[in-house]
C-alpha cells in the first residue's frame, strides 16, 4: 500500500498543450505518426502544471495518460523540461484501441487497491462523466476548449 493519497493526472489538455498537433488527426486520414512525433512540443499548460505542484506537495503523484507506451521517453524527457515533479507514469499499451474512458478506469480500479485516489484530473469529459460513475473524486480540467478532433482520437480512435 502506497501510505500517500494518490494525486492522478492526466497529460494532454492537462499540463500539455496539444491544439497544435490536432491539425494531424482532424481530417482523414489521420496522420498519428505526425501527431505523435510533435508531442515533444507541446507547450505547458501553467494551470495544469501550478494544480500538480499543488497536489505533489502532500500526495503521490501518479500519471494516468492514454499516450502510448512508445512515447515513455519522450514523456518523461517533456516533464523534465517542465519541472513536472517525478511520480508513476501508467502510459496505454501500444495495441490497446480502447476508449479513454474504458482505459483510464481499468487502471484505476487497479489502482485504488494500493492507496486512497484523492483526486483525478482529466480534460476528457466523457471520462470524467465515467470515473464519476465509478465513485471516484475526478476534477475536469477545463482551462483549454475541448477539441473534436481529440474527442475522437481519445473516445472513438483509442489512441490518445
Do not use: C
Request: charged share 35%; proline share 6%; glycine share 6%.
Amino acid at each position: 500500500m502506497i501510505d500517500a493519497p494518490l494525486a492522478v493526472f492526466d497529460v494532454d489538455g492537462v499540463v500539455a498543450d496539444v491544439r497544435h498537433r490536432l491539425r494531424h488527426v482532424a481530417r482523414r486520414p489521420k496522420n498519428w505518426a505526425a501527431f505523435f512525433a510533435a508531442a515533444d512540443r507541446d507547450a505547458p499548460l501553467q494551470a495544469g502544471i501550478d494544480l500538480v505542484h499543488h497536489y505533489a506537495a502532500d500526495h503521490y503523484l501518479v500519471w494516468l495518460t492514454g499516450r502510448p507506451e512508445r512515447l515513455r521517453r519522450v514523456t518523461l524527457r517533456w516533464f523534465a523540461e517542465q519541472g513536472l515533479p517525478d511520480g508513476r507514469l501508467l502510459m496505454r499499451p501500444d495495441d490497446d484501441r480502447r476508449p479513454a474512458r474504458e482505459y483510464k478506469s481499468g487502471q484505476l480500479r487497479r489502482l485504488a487497491k494500493e492507496g486512497v485516489i484523492a483526486v483525478v484530473v482529466d480534460d476528457d469529459p466523457a471520462v470524467v462523466k465515467r470515473l464519476k460513475a465509478d465513485g471516484l473524486p475526478v476534477r475536469l480540467a477545463d482551462w483549454v476548449p475541448y477539441e473534436r478532433s481529440l474527442r475522437e482520437a481519445q473516445e472513438r480512435d483509442g489512441r490518445t
